[in-house]
């Protein structure tokens, strides 16, 4: 690795990356951390992302974040992933290994491990809602993780035939409806909430009936909407469920990310801080 750069580089690159809020928050760590550190943000066209890649790898760069539409198309252009980044083809981070080479990472799913913790999902119900290439990707980390089957109403073809054949055992470990709907509600461990596909990107509906039918052991997680926590969240958590947000899983990538890159843990407080101040929560 030519480290030309005089002072250590980060950097990350999406297409529309307005309003990400990534710089913002990983800088006020790296004051935090009294490290002078650079973080830089790039617009980058899609027939630009393998030099993109390639550039910052020259520059020295000491890692990078993918934003969206990149992070499932990004593995083919590094040398090594991780191994959850491999298992599910996504990666949003890229650090340098013992020998300087791009190593990518799926730092979202493994924030969503950390999120969940000590919950075995060993053979058990998740019903993952949305069908965005993110929702689906955490999705292929829950079967990682050994769920057992996955309720995935809002499906779509393309999104179904991707997890049946890249993650899934079985087709049948991928449903899309159930005899009796209401049925299967009490025997979830776990309530994923992402974004459907589309231009939109509106959430996944979710109704206060179903939070009503879930077990009082079931985790939600709702990582539609950016913020510290959602009228579902709020619902599920008067009724006794460990809940989680998509702030929550951003400060856990951070947090990851600059480990990874620095050596050192951040301060989680100035990210969660930094992520809220950002998008005004």
Known sequence: MDQSATLPLLGLIGHKIAGNPTQFAIEQAL?????????????????????????????????????????????TLVPHSSALAATTGWVDTLSRDAHGKMLGHHLLGEGLQRLVGSLSLAG?????????????????????????RLYVPQLTAEAGLQLVTQHAKSPAQVLTQVDDEEAIYPQLALVLRGNLQGASEEPARFAEEQIDQLGSECMVIDLAIPA????????????????????????QRATLAFTLWTGQAPDETTLREAFEEFLEI
């Open 124 to 148: 058990a119900e998740v019903a993952v809602l949305g069908s965005s290439a993110k929702t689906i990707a955490l999705a292929g980390v829950l079967l990682a993780l050994g769920a057992g």
């Open 31 to 75: 004051r935090a951390a009294q490290l002078d550190w650079r973080f830089l943000s790039f617009e980058i066209s899609p027939e630009g992302l393998a030099a993109a890649i390639a550039g910052v790898d020259v520059l020295g760069f000491r890692g990078l974040m993918l934003a969206d539409p990149y992070e499932s198309q990004v593995q």
């Open 228 to 251: 510290s926590s959602t009228p579902l969240l709020r619902y599920a958590a008067e009724r006794g469920h460990p809940t989680w947000s998509a702030i929550d899983l951003l400060v």
